[in-house]
């Protein structure tokens, strides 16, 4: 059974449409009024919420050119982790005007923190949930400061294994987070649509009990909504107001268009789940008419025997099932029949002729 969970009171999990994480990222670069017409973009296109990343390039590494210290390879290669760090992060006394821009916007505002004081600081500005990093799930200590604020905690998963991913949720659950969703997460950047394996999703669902979502790094919006269709209830996705301006995240991320047909296409998909139920649809309903059923297509006179030269199954579906002509053929009719007439057992005599 999948526990509730909510954030700042929208509830979300199956049932419930999905929740939209809008992931700025780096893409500001380094403009918070580019900060700020992303925010509104985002509402603008659907988003739930809008995610921020807490850190400076000093709480995050070191400034260091030894060993694993410059990237090699990838859309990053040859970037100081530090240079990097320090161009991508989201200057902590924006946060609060970032807080509140989005507010008024009428979105969620939240962060992922990447060490212990981010999570402090966020604090003091009642950030209703936290986001942990695929990077960032093997922190064990960082998730348990993060889930003893109380509050709802989204854990990404790229990268870990069975046991990582069942550690940090055991341990999101014992230090008090007020509930867990787990993020399916390919972390690479970008993840070719062939490496997405969505087949996790339920996977994961059914060990650990809890909503799952999927934070998605392919290009485009394809993956995300058919993620909807197997389950997913949050989806996290990059954005940037154009590819073309560049910026560390920006070669992955969607444009605000892109980001509302998203919203739009992932709301369809979950609408369209449904139950796992034999009802009929209401748009059925007028169309049951149309389904075969029997049908005298000849006139046959009150004790002839029903045959199939006289009794077909057609269209349309006022006669009896098609299931029955075998118990039907051989029967005798009760009265004169004409051709055209729906066939009922009352128009059936009790015996069948002999043969």
């Known amino acids: 059974m999948t526990r509730p969970f909510a954030i700042a009171g929208r509830p979300i999990g199956l049932g419930h ?20 017409v992303l925010i509104a973009a985002a509402a ?45 992060h989201t200057p902590w006394e924006w946060h609060p005007a970032l807080f509140e821009h989005a507010r008024k916007a009428g979105v969620h505002c939240f962060s992922s923190p990447f060490d212990p004081t981010a999570v402090d600081f966020l604090e003091t500005l009642s950030a209703p949930a936290y986001k942990i990093a695929s990077f960032e799930i093997i922190d064990l200590p960082l998730i348990a400061k993060a889930a003893s604020t109380g509050k709802p905690l989204i854990i990404s998963t790229g990268m870990a294994n069975a046991a990582e991913i069942a550690d940090a949720v055991s341990t999101a659950n014992d230090a008090g987070a007020a509930g867990v969703v787990l993020l399916h997460c390919v972390s690479g950047y970008p993840t070719p649509a062939s490496e997405a394996n969505l087949a996790r999703i ?73 139950r796992a139920e034999y009802d009929k649809a209401a748009s059925e309903a007028d169309n049951l008419v149309f389904r075969r059923s029997l049908y005298v297509v000849a006139d046959i006179a009150a004790g002839e025997a ?30 004169d029949i004409t051709r055209g007439t729906p066939l009922n057992l009352d128009l059936v005599a009790s015996q069948k002729t002999s043969r």
Request: net charge negative; proline share 5%; with cysteine.
């Open 202 to 274: 339920a996977l994961l669902r059914g060990r650990h009990g809890c909503a799952i979502g999927l934070s998605d790094h392919t290009l485009g919006v394809e993956v995300a909504i058919a993620a909807v269709a197997l389950g997913a209830c949050v989806i996290e996705k990059h954005v940037t107001l154009k590819r073309a301006d560049g910026g560390p995240d920006a070669a992955f991320s969607l444009e605000p268009a892109e980001l509302k047909q998203l919203c739009d296409g992932a709301r369809i998909a979950a609408s369209a789940l449904g």
């Open 17 to 36: 449409a999905p929740y939209v994480i809008a992931e700025l990222s780096g893409n500001h670069n380094g403009d918070i009024e580019r900060a700020f």
């Open 44 to 88: 603008e296109a659907g988003a739930d919420a809008v995610k921020l990343q807490t850190y400076t390039a000093d709480t995050i590494t070191i400034d260091h050119d030894g060993p694993g210290f410059v990237i090699e390879g990838g859309l990053w290669h040859g970037r100081k982790l530090h240079d990097l760090y320090n161009e991508a």
């Open 306 to 335: 029903f045959t199939n030269a006289n009794v077909r199954s057609i269209r349309p579906g006022h006669g009896l099932p098609p299931k029955l002509l075998p118990d039907i053929l051989g029967r005798r009719a009760a009265r």
